[in-house]
């Protein structure tokens, strides 16, 4: 199996609390992440494809392409945007697993509409301390 | 969860060996025009080089009593004489026969060196190589499971 994989960063502010719990509540499960004025990340993406290559090319997907693809799944959405504020959060609190889920669902979609390749992992990266991954490759 | 129930107990362990190359080359095919490999190519039909950093792992159980799935002094002669020689400071194009006919993209070149190190490496040892072309695009290429 080969896979491709590109790395792509994009900066975004959120606020990590859930809008029907108190104050309080939030306070005691997300720290000093819940507060209300937010904070900010450098995200990193990590966007691994797999699929037959190209018998012209000799590649999965052409480079060029996947930039096209982050540019409008994740980019165009999120980069420079208070998080909580852009669809489908709020309610849904934009931790980097449910940016993960998120954004990995919407790469997966475009990629399968755009290409002949397919979205095999997307690993998220928060801080350097932490990041999540979503997919198959170990 | 237990820590006997750690996702990864029983299976075999990854041990990784990290080298370094600078190579040129261009995505050239013989059989098509200079217009018909620009077409297709773009500005990749034109000479240029990477800094190639390659990952190679290797998964087994350790020896009882070396502690060792394999000596690393064994990866890195094979990682010299099956990659350093034939591809460090080189042209992909003018001193190899491997891209005449398919063009040495990051995928081609990766596949090729699993196969280069797999026939080199005891049977089954080798699990995958992560071929890194820049700080923002890699390649892997993962021994099949079937």
Redesign the interface.
């Known amino acids: 199996?080969?896979?491709?994989?590109?790395?792509?960063s994009l900066a975004a502010a959120h606020v990590l609390a859930q809008p029907s719990f108190s104050a309080d509540e939030n306070d005691r499960i997300f720290g000093k992440c819940a507060n209300p004025g937010g904070h900010g990340h450098d995200y990193g993406f990590e966007v691994?494809v797999t699929g037959p290559?190209d018998e012209?090319?000799?590649?999965?997907i052409a480079?060029g392409l996947l930039d096209e693809i982050f540019e409008e799944a994740v980019a165009r959405r999120f980069s420079h945007r208070l998080l909580n504020e852009e669809v489908p959060f709020g309610s849904l609190v934009p931790t980097a697993e449910n940016i993960a889920r998120v954004c990995s669902a919407a790469l997966a979609e475009t990629v399968e509409n755009r290409s002949t390749a397919r979205l095999a992992q997307l690993r998220v990266t928060e801080t350097p301390r932490n990041f999540v991954e979503h997919g198959e490759?170990v | 969860m237990g820590k006997d129930e750690f996702r990864g107990k029983g299976r075999a362990l990854r041990v990784t060996r990290s080298i370094h190359f600078s190579t040129s080359l261009r995505?050239w095919l013989d059989d098509l025009s200079e217009q018909e490999n620009r077409k297709?190519?773009g500005q990749d039909a034109d000479r240029h080089g990477h800094n190639y950093r390659l990952e190679i792992t290797v998964q087994g159980e350790p020896d009882a009593d070396t502690g060792m799935v394999i000596n690393l002094s064994q990866i890195k002669e094979v990682a010299e004489r099956e990659i350093m020689s034939r591809f460090d400071h080189k042209d992909l194009n003018l001193d190899t026969e491997y891209f005449t006919r398919?063009?040495p993209?990051?995928?081609?070149f990766?596949?090729l060196i699993f196969s280069l190190l797999d026939q080199a490496l005891p049977e089954g040892l080798l699990d995958r190589v992560r071929l890194h072309q820049s700080?923002?695009?890699?390649?892997?290429?993962?021994r099949?499971?079937s």
């Open positions: 199996m080969i896979y491709l994989t590109r790395r792509y691994s290559l012209e090319t000799g590649q999965i480079p490759l | 995505y297709r190519f398919i063009p993209t990051p995928e081609n990766a596949s700080a923002d695009l890699y390649v892997d290429v993962l099949s499971q």
